[in-house]
Nanobody, 116 residues
Framework: EVQLVESGGGSVQPGGSLRLSCAAS????????MGWVRQTPGKGLEWVSS????????DYADSVKGRFTISRDNAKNTLSLQLNSLKTEDTAIYYC?????????WGKGNLVAVSS
């Protein structure tokens, strides 16, 4: 059974940082592209970032480029997202997903709340 379990969310003030992690199991993690998608009440679902299976190629939404960094540890089956210089508009539920353009498995999500 494929499982994606996010952790590391929470509340932070604008300008602060958080690190999200996703523990993957039930599939060959090192063979699959991975990513992050977020959901906000106002904008709905928004793709945030993707990384290829080897961790070489990455891509980011313009809204987070230069502030967020995606990475992975294939030895530990873990995907991470470092969130820096957080803004109130980054408030959302962040989902770990398998795949790049076609995302077939999603975690349950982890809330990041940015407010002063």
């Amino acid at each position: 059974e494929v499982q994606l379990v996010e952790s590391g969310g929470g509340s932070v003030q604008p300008g602060g940082s958080l690190r999200l992690s996703c523990a993957a199991s039930g599939f060959s993690f090192s063979s699959d592209n991975m990513g992050w998608v977020r959901q906000t009440p106002g904008k709905g679902l928004e793709w945030v970032s993707s990384i290829d299976s080897g961790g070489i190629n990455t891509d980011y939404a313009d809204s987070v480029k230069g502030r967020f960094t995606i990475s992975r540890d294939n030895a530990k089956n873990t995907l991470s997202l470092q969130l820096n210089s957080l803004k109130t508009e980054d408030t959302a539920i962040y989902y770990c997903v398998r795949g790049w353009y076609a995302m077939d498995y999603w975690g349950k999500g982890n809330l990041v709340a940015v407010s002063s």
